[in-house]
């Protein structure tokens, strides 16, 4: 199984010009971001990070992390 960060390499929002766009590559520069593909914790560095205005809204967070998880589980 794919990693969230190894899904976000392959993914369709890494060349969307499209605030999904926008975070998908933002993540991929952040070199602090977390090396796991649980929610919990991705929702919660997400949530720290929008204090500072660092990446864009929680909300279309979600959305990306809702296509890795159809993708993850197609196959199931």
Same mark, same amino acid.
Request: glycine share 2%; no cysteine; hydrophobic share 35%.
């Given at each position: /199984? =794919? !990693?969230?960060? &190894?899904? #976000? +390499? %392959?993914?369709?929002? #890494?060349? @969307?010009? @499209?605030? =999904?766009?926008?975070?998908? $590559?933002?993540?991929? $520069?952040? +070199? %602090?971001?977390?090396? %796991?593909?649980? &929610?919990? $914790? #991705?929702?919660?560095? /997400?949530? !720290? +990070?929008? *204090? ?6 929680? !909300? &279309?967070? =979600?959305?990306?992390? =809702? !296509?890795?998880? %159809?993708?993850?589980? *197609?196959? +199931?």
């Amino acid at each position: /199984m =794919k !990693s969230f960060i &190894e899904w #976000l +390499k %392959t993914s369709q929002y #890494l060349n @969307s010009d @499209s605030v =999904k766009g926008d975070i998908a $590559r933002d993540i991929l $520069r952040d +070199k %602090t971001f977390p090396d %796991t593909s649980e &929610e919990d $914790r #991705l929702l919660s560095y /997400m949530n !720290s +990070k929008l *204090k500072y205005g660092a990446l864009a809204p929680l !909300s &279309e967070f =979600k959305v990306i992390y =809702k !296509s890795y998880l %159809t993708y993850i589980n *197609k196959d +199931k």
